[in-house]
C-alpha cells in the first residue's frame, strides 16, 4: 500500500477533513507502475485496494461561483422591495427569459414517460434534419400565475424578446391591468434581455413610447438566473410536461406547452411567432442618448426605469417608484 499510495499522491485530490479522495490515473496504468516496482496486482486488485481505502471514480462538481459579487445580496434586496411595491399597488409585475433553444423533428427528448413501446427517434441530432431550432421565450405573471410562451424560430435577439413582450401586452396584460401604466419586468443579466445590450433598452424605449407604459427593469446577477421565477415555475414545468415526448413539429412544442398546467393552477398560453430576426444590429451613441431612461441609484447597471417619450401620458409625480 506504501508504493500504491505515493503513486497516486501527485495525482490525488478532494477533501482533506472528510477523507474522500480520488485518482486521476487509470487502474491499467497504475497497475503497470507497480509491477516496474517489483508489485503484481491487476487493475481489479488495484481498483479493490484503492476502494479500501476510501478511493472511489468521481465526476467534476459544479460548486463554485467564482470571485464574490459584492452586490449580489443588495440587488436581491431591491428585486423583492420592487416587486413587493409593484404588487401592493396592483401593477404587473412579469419574470423573463428564453428557455433552452429546441430542434424542432424526429429527435430525443430527455425524460422517460409510461408506453408499452419506446418511441424511436433518429441516433444524431444533426440541424441539417430539423424542421427548424425552435427557441420558447417565457413571459410568467408570478401574481396570476399565468403565462405565454412565444416560440420563435429565428435568432433570439433583443428585438424577439421585446416582441414577446409586445405578444404577452397584446393578450394578457392589459387585459388583467387595464388601468396600468408602471411596468415590473425581472430579466437574467445577460443574454438577448441582458443589461448590457444597447437593442434590448432600445426596443423597450420603442415600446413604451407605443403603448404609453413605464417600464422598470431589474436584472439578476451574473449566475443568478435560476432565482428568476420564470426559470423554475414555468421552464421547469414544461421540461417536465414534454418529457420523453419528441417535438417533431412545431404544433406538438406547441400543445405541449399549452398542456402544462400546475396544481397550484398555473395556466399557460403558446403562440409561434414566425418573423425573422437579424442579427448584429447596431446601437448609435446617439440613439442612446435619445432614450428616456433613468438609472437607480441602487446598482444602476441592473436598475432602469425607461418613460415614455411623451409629457401627456406619464405625469411627473408617477416618475420615480423608486
Known amino acids: 500500500m506504501p508504493d500504491l499510495r505515493s503513486l497516486v499522491k501527485d495525482h490525488t485530490g478532494g477533501s482533506p477533513m472528510g477523507g474522500h479522495k480520488y485518482v486521476r490515473r487509470s487502474l491499467r496504468h497504475l497497475s503497470g507502475d507497480l509491477d516496474k516496482q517489483g508489485h503484481q496486482a491487476c487493475p481489479n486488485t488495484v481498483g479493490r485496494l484503492l476502494r479500501d481505502q476510501h478511493f472511489s471514480p468521481r465526476a467534476n462538481v459544479k460548486r463554485l461561483t467564482g470571485g464574490p459579487c459584492p452586490d449580489r445580496d443588495r440587488q436581491f434586496r431591491y428585486i423583492q422591495q420592487l416587486r413587493k411595491a409593484f404588487s401592493q399597488a396592483g401593477l404587473p409585475v412579469l419574470s423573463i427569459d428564453a428557455k433552452k433553444k429546441e430542434l424542432v423533428g424526429n429527435f430525443k427528448n430527455p425524460g422517460r414517460a409510461w408506453r408499452e413501446v419506446p418511441d424511436l427517434v433518429n441516433i444524431y441530432d444533426f440541424i441539417h434534419q430539423a424542421i427548424c431550432r425552435a427557441t420558447p421565450y417565457g413571459l410568467f405573471d408570478p401574481q396570476r400565475n399565468r403565462a405565454l410562451v412565444c416560440v420563435g424560430i429565428s435568432a433570439d435577439t ?12 397584446r393578450r394578457q396584460g392589459r387585459r388583467a391591468y387595464p388601468q396600468a401604466r408602471k411596468l415590473l419586468i425581472m430579466a437574467d443579466g445577460g443574454g438577448s434581455n441582458g443589461h448590457r445590450p444597447r437593442l434590448f433598452k432600445r426596443a423597450l424605449q420603442q415600446w413604451a413610447d407605443r403603448h404609453g407604459v413605464e417600464v422598470t427593469v431589474c436584472h439578476y446577477p451574473t449566475g ?14 414544461i421540461s417536465i410536461n414534454w418529457a420523453a415526448q419528441p417535438l417533431r413539429t412545431l404544433d406538438t412544442m406547441l400543445a405541449c406547452i399549452r398542456g402544462t398546467t400546475t396544481t397550484t393552477g398555473l395556466r399557460v398560453e403558446a403562440v409561434l411567432v414566425p418573423k425573422t430576426y437579424a442579427r448584429k444590429i447596431k446601437v448609435t451613441d446617439a440613439e442612446m442618448k435619445a432614450l428616456n431612461i433613468q438609472r437607480h441609484r441602487t446598482c444602476p447597471d441592473w436598475n432602469y426605469t425607461i418613460h415614455p417619450r411623451t409629457t401627456s401620458v406619464v405625469s411627473q409625480s408617477a416618475k420615480r417608484i423608486c
Open 158 to 169: 433583443a428585438e424577439f424578446a421585446v416582441d414577446c413582450l409586445d405578444q404577452w401586452w
Open 224 to 237: 443568478a438566473s435560476k432565482w428568476n421565477p420564470v426559470e423554475h415555475r414555468l421552464f421547469g414545468q
